[in-house]
């Protein structure tokens, strides 16, 4: 099967921009001390473009949002096998808004961005299994 280029380059580039929020948020954790508030929102990102890669490639139409729980549901739509890494993900959505902003809440602890960076790598890697190679970084 033919598959369009075009697509083909834009769930690749989704999932490149997923990848490079991982490895910011990995890259944060390094940091001494760990760059927490940057490395939560480099996870909600990550997880948030896995998604939308995986709804652009199947024709799903969404909005702009960063809302995990909207599009996990959307997802899951597509594969029931993703509803409980959703549920999990779905916790991140703060991370998009939360620390960003002074008055923010203190920072979360370095333990808690590492497990947001589990998620998401959990997330992206999900969603590489369910597209073609082609589409894949």
């Known amino acids: ?10 769930a690749r580039e989704w999932l490149e ?5 991982l490895r910011e948020a990995e890259h944060d954790l390094t940091a001494a001390p760990p760059l927490v508030r940057g490395a939560v929102f480099h996870s909600q990102q990550a997880a948030e473009k896995a998604w939308k890669a995986l709804l652009f490639w199947h ?42 902003y002074p008055g923010a809440p203190q920072a979360p602890p370095a333990e808690e961005a590492r497990e947001a960076l589990l998620v998401a790598r959990e997330v992206y890697e999900a969603i590489l299994a369910r597209l073609p190679e082609e589409a894949r970084p």
Not at 1 to 10: G, H, N, R, S, T
Not at 61 to 67: A, S
């Open 59 to 100: 024709d799903v139409p969404f909005r702009k949002t960063h809302d995990l729980r909207e599009l996990g549901s959307v997802c899951t739509r597509l594969d029931g096998s993703l509803r409980g890494l959703a549920d999990r993900a779905e916790d991140l959505t703060q991370f998009a808004w939360l620390f960003r």
């Open 17 to 21: 921009r997923a990848s490079d929020d």
């Open 1 to 10: 099967m033919q598959l369009d280029p075009q697509k083909v380059a834009e």
